[in-house]
């Protein structure tokens, strides 16, 4: 149980132009989801909480209107980066809580804007 | 700022020994805390969570927490050569939102 899947694994994309990440939870219902970002040799650290049916929460410092999220489903949360530039290129993971606390993480996306 | 730190290593532990990791938090206000695993290049795998003072074990591994002196820590038995990779501590901080605030994690290395 608790499988949380993530697609694309890897895209490379244009300077100025959009990129959406899905993340999908595959064998539970997942009313949370959460999106991070991982810079080489740094840990994760937290986006946004994205809720079923509600505005995300953002972190502070992150654009809204840069990383937009909407998770329409119960299953499924999107990850759309606007206008990415190089500085965006990083390794984006999603999660899904499951049961009280715990999370689950996607395998990531690796964006790499050119 | 709400934050966990790791000692960031490399921790090199013999085969068949116990490796011990270990992660303080300075948010009092937490009550959960996770382990996980992560291979390089690779998403984050949870291994433990606790949310009550103590010890509690699961296989090879034990997670200790201490919340009056803020410290949580991973013991892992028997240690294999597969164990190698970097661990993360990460916490639920206080108030109410239930995003993790990661260490900046403990690349452990178990010499065959």
């Known amino acids: 149980g608790a499988v949380v899947s993530q697609h694309p694994s890897w895209v490379i994309c244009k300077s100025g132009t959009s990129v959406k990440i899905e993340c999908r939870s595959l064998d539970f219902q997942a009313t949370t989801m959460f999106w991070y970002r991982q810079f080489p040799k740094q840990s994760l650290m937290l986006m946004a909480t994205s809720n079923e049916g509600s505005k995300a929460t953002y972190e502070q410092g992150v654009e809204k209107d840069k990383f937009l999220i909407n998770h329409a489903s119960l299953t499924l949360s999107t990850l759309t980066v606007t206008s990415a530039h190089p500085e965006d290129s990083s390794f984006y993971i999603c999660?899904?809580?499951?049961?009280?606390?715990?999370?689950?993480f996607g395998p990531g996306t690796r964006l790499t804007v050119t | 700022q709400k934050e966990v730190e790791q000692n960031s290593g490399p921790l090199s532990v013999p085969e068949g020994a116990i490796a011990s990791l270990n992660c303080t938090y300075s948010d009092r206000g937490s009550q959960s805390f996770f382990w996980y695993r992560q291979y390089s290049g690779k998403s984050p795998e949870l291994i433990m969570f606790?949310?009550?003072?103590g010890d509690k074990e699961d296989g090879r591994f034990t997670a200790q927490l201490n919340k009056a002196s803020q410290y949580v820590s991973l013991l892992i038995r028997d240690s294999q050569p597969s164990d190698s990779a970097t661990y993360l501590c990460?916490?639920?901080?206080?108030?109410?939102?239930?995003?993790?605030?990661f260490g900046k994690g403990t690349h452990l290395i178990i010499q065959p």
């Open positions: 606790i949310y009550s003072n």
């Open positions: 990460a916490v639920i901080p206080g108030g109410g939102a239930d995003g993790l605030t």
């Open positions: 999660s899904a809580r499951w049961r009280t606390y715990e999370q689950y």
